[in-house]
T-cell receptor
């Protein structure tokens, strides 16, 4: 593994189903993030984690949950998917959560909720 | 509220120069980032400014004016591979990035 991986690459999901998007990084970064990207809108932060064992809510957290049991993994769970959660989801990481810390992005998961 | 504004789309000619502007309004400020995103791919880091002035990195330069809440990305000697979206993002007082919707740059031969 080099960098950040996400799984699955794409998924079609029936409304009401539970879904977990996986994210793993091998850079030993402390901070990790989940964004969604929708056409015409900027990336919007869903949840973040500044260090293993801690998580925080971003701009659009409703309907999503995260956990950070260790440094490398940061899964995002949709408890009961709705069509408005159709989006491209990006996981990102940075060495720390401070001012100058560029974020590195995974390849994304394209999710369609029907 | 927090807001980032940048043009939706720009067109330029191969070999030319293009300037992509960005204005920002955030609660607190901890730097301005530019990212490049090719269609269907992840964003990749281009530049970071926290002090006023110009930062040059090869064909790409980025400028910041904190007093005006303004930044621009300058791309010189445009190549076809520069066709992409360019994302402006400002880091707020909580060290979270606030993102613009991106500027789609179309390069014509």
């Amino acid at each position: 593994i080099a960098g950040i991986t996400q799984a699955p690459t794409s998924q079609i999901l029936a409304a009401g189903r539970r879904m977990t998007l996986r994210c793993t990084q091998d850079m030993r970064h402390n901070a990790m993030y989940w964004y969604r990207q929708d056409l015409g809108l900027g990336l919007r932060l869903i949840h973040y984690s500044n260090t293993a064992g801690t998580t925080g809510k971003g701009e659009v957290p409703d309907g999503y949950s995260v956990s950070r049991a260790n440094t490398d993994d940061f899964p995002l769970t949709l408890a009961s998917a709705v069509p408005s959660q159709t989006s491209v989801y990006f996981c990102a990481s940075s060495e720390r959560a401070g001012a100058y810390n560029e974020q590195f992005f995974g390849p994304g998961t394209r999710l369609t909720v029907l | 509220g927090q807001n980032i504004d940048q043009p939706t789309e720009m067109t330029a000619t191969e070999g030319a120069i293009v300037q992509i502007n960005c204005t920002y309004q955030t609660s607190g400020f901890n730097g301005l980032f530019w990212y490049q995103q090719h269609a269907g791919e992840a964003p990749t880091f281009l530049s970071y400014n926290v002090l006023d002035g110009l930062e040059e990195k090869g064909r790409f330069s980025s400028f910041l004016s904190r007093s005006k809440g303004y930044s621009y990305l300058l791309l010189k000697e445009l190549q076809m591979k520069d066709s992409a979206s360019y994302l402006c993002a400002a880091k707020d007082s909580n060290y979270q990035l606030i993102w613009g919707a991106g500027t789609k740059l179309i390069i014509k031969p």
